[in-house]
């Protein structure tokens, strides 16, 4: 006889605080910021979203990185990037960029518009020890090329990385092996997923109202909020009569020590010291 794995719940919820990065682009940081420095693997989680030119224009300039990866997930609007070792392309409204920094290189993200609605996320990965100083690398992904799938009525999800059924999203990862779902629930639908034991999870809801959890339990989420989940690995969605919109996103820990400094994530303070250096001198 088959067994009920345990249910996953909400261990905290919290809100994302108005931040700006690049040449002043306004966002919101969700993790990153006092409240949740980081969830391991996760360093960094920003929301972007604006009708006002303004706001996006300025874009974010030439800048390096080292030692973890960038995941930009664009709802709307579009933008371009361009890096040192010659890549280049345009990030259009359902398209998935998972960039790997690695050992080092100097990349631009500009919009390629100049007014309408500029939205989506940018998520920090950590990369363990044994890899921060790999080859650079890109993983991008145009729209049609996502995965999309309808698990059950009044739900519609969309398959970045990991599996729901037996649908496999286009990312991969070992060393974390990530999962990135964007789930739309229809008003008052219900869904039911399984994440897979020992990874660290969140879920942010970014448009609409439900609830996150089972019975006495489940607990409330609401739009622009992140709850991060504790229990097991039996997730349990519920959207409220304004339906619900989130990122469910998770990754096995890494466990390792952290050194950040702004651009740079490494094992050690020397390590990102270093970096400086060969930031400095020309080697990324």
């Known amino acids: 006889m088959s067994t009920l ?15 700006s990065d690049g040449a002043g682009v306004k966002l919101t940081r969700v993790i990153g910021s006092p409240e949740l420095e980081m969830l391991d693997p996760f360093l960094l989680l920003d929301e972007f979203g604006t009708d006002r030119p303004e706001d996006y224009l300025a874009g974010f300039p030439e800048h390096p990185h080292r030692g973890f990866e960038t ?15 010659g890549n280049e392309g345009v990030l259009v409204p359902g398209s998935v960029q998972w960039m790997t920094a690695g050992r080092g290189l100097v990349h631009s993200e500009m919009p390629e518009q100049h007014e309408g609605r500029m939205r989506g996320f940018q998520l920090w990965v950590n990369l363990p020890a044994s890899e921060k100083m790999t080859q650079p690398q890109y993983q991008e992904y145009a729209p049609d090329r996502i995965p999309q799938l309808q698990p059950a009525d009044g739900v519609h999800v969309k398959v970045i990385a990991g599996r729901v059924g037996e649908v496999d999203g286009p990312i991969r990862q070992p060393a974390t092996d990530p999962i990135y779902l964007d789930i739309e629930l229809a008003p008052n639908a219900t869904w039911q997923y399984e994440l897979p034991e020992g990874h660290n999870a969140f879920a942010y809801a970014f448009e609409g109202e439900g609830s996150l959890g ?3 339990e489940a607990r409330a989420l609401s739009a622009q909020h992140l709850a991060v989940l504790i229990g097991g690995p039996r997730l349990t969605l519920a959207a409220g009569a304004a339906g619900l919109r989130v990122i469910l996103v998770a ?3 890494l466990r390792e020590p952290v050194a950040r400094y702004g651009p740079f994530v490494m094992n050690t303070r020397e390590q ?13």
């Open 214 to 216: 089972e019975g006495d």
């Open 251 to 253: 990754g096995r820990p």
């Open 5 to 19: 794995s345990p249910a996953a719940r909400i261990g905290r919820t919290l809100r994302g605080m108005p931040a």
């Open 272 to 284: 990102v010291m270093q970096a400086f250096v060969d930031f400095q001198e020309g080697r990324f």
């Open 71 to 85: 995941v930009t997930y664009m709802l709307d609007g579009r933008m371009r990037h361009k890096d040192n070792h």
